[in-house]
């Protein structure tokens, strides 16, 4: 068995074991609630599924995610695997979301944390609530990220080439990219409906436009080639915040989505952590087994994906838009860039 193939192994008995002690985990929240074994194994059912909308709805985030990931070195790509499923989890899934409670409901983390866990129906109505915000914040991050690389007027290979061509020469005008995601939050905050705050929607938004530049800064650095081995830590640990920032922004639908399933916290940190160690390995081994290079259009569907997940988002904070849409969607376009990338290799293995 070679190196590869062991590795490989190891990193899905991981995920194995990870699933099966979170939904042992979620089937004990489920019984401590009605103290039924039904209780339990609902609540095992809730957690599954949340799982299959983490997957579902972060393909696009795997190949995206992968491109980063190939730029590291292999210490740092174990780290993104066993320092980030924390952060994944219970940085963007769980403490954020009490965050957000906190700031909306005025009352400090842990009372807000108290509240998530003891009545989590108010819990969910007033995360529902800032909806909007949420959204706004994601759909300016994850357009920012789809634009830059469909404007990059460096780029020469392209998928829907007649529309790419095109973009790439309006990617020559300076922020290009940065003036349609403004003119998108501005439509975003216009239209939103009379209950939600124009005003937060728009900062939202803006805020969002800010983070991308400053994760970007610190990617751009940390693609700086240097000589010390200090610096090609901090080279790595850029690399590696770029993509947990990344990973927070792709996963705003699914943990708000999430509320329709369950609104109990763990529950839905439990599940949604499954899906999210799932994805990361899907991540890892893209990298190791060479996947892009293999597929060359992957890389054109996901960051297509991602530009249509924003504007989803973005149309999110006025209309109720299923989750199965944007996954659906975004899975639909991976599919057709593998199916083109299969095509491309076998027309130039027949020349």
Known sequence: MTMTSEGNKTTWLAVIWTTAISM??????????????????????????LAILEVSLSIDNVVVNAQVLERMDAVWRRRFILYGMPLAV??????????????????????????ALTDPVDYARI?????PEIMSFGAAFLMM???????????????VTPVEKHLIHLGKLK??????????????????PEAFSSHAILYSGLAGLVAFFIVSYIGDKAEET??????????????????????????????IGAFAISTNMLIISLGLGVGAMAVRTMTLRFV??????????LPHG?????????VMMFLGIRHDIPEVITGGLGAGLIGLAMRSSVRLNRSTSAA
């Open 127 to 131: 995360m529902t609530q800032t909806k």
């Open 145 to 159: 990220i789809s634009l830059r690389f469909l404007f990059d007027k460096e780029k020469t290979f392209h998928w």
């Open 90 to 115: 219970f940085g963007m899934r769980m403490t954020v979301p009490v965050l957000i409670l906190s700031a909306v409901s005025h009352q400090s983390p842990v009372k807000a944390f108290h509240m």
């Open 288 to 297: 190791e087994n060479g996947t892009l290079n293999q597929y060359k259009f």
């Open 226 to 255: 240097q000589e010390t081995v200090g610096t090609k830590r901090v080279s790595g640990a850029g690399l590696f915040w770029y993509l947990e920032i990344m990973d927070a922004s792709f996963s705003f639908d699914g943990v």
């Open 302 to 310: 996901a960051f297509w994906a991602i530009w249509f997940l924003s």
């Open 175 to 192: 922020f290009v990219d940065a003036a349609i995601t403004l003119f998108a939050i501005g439509v975003a905050a216009w239209s939103a």
């Open 24 to 49: 042992f985990l979620a089937s004990l929240v489920g019984y401590s609630t009605d103290h039924t074994l039904i209780a339990g194994l609902r609540a095992v059912f809730s957690a599954g599924i």
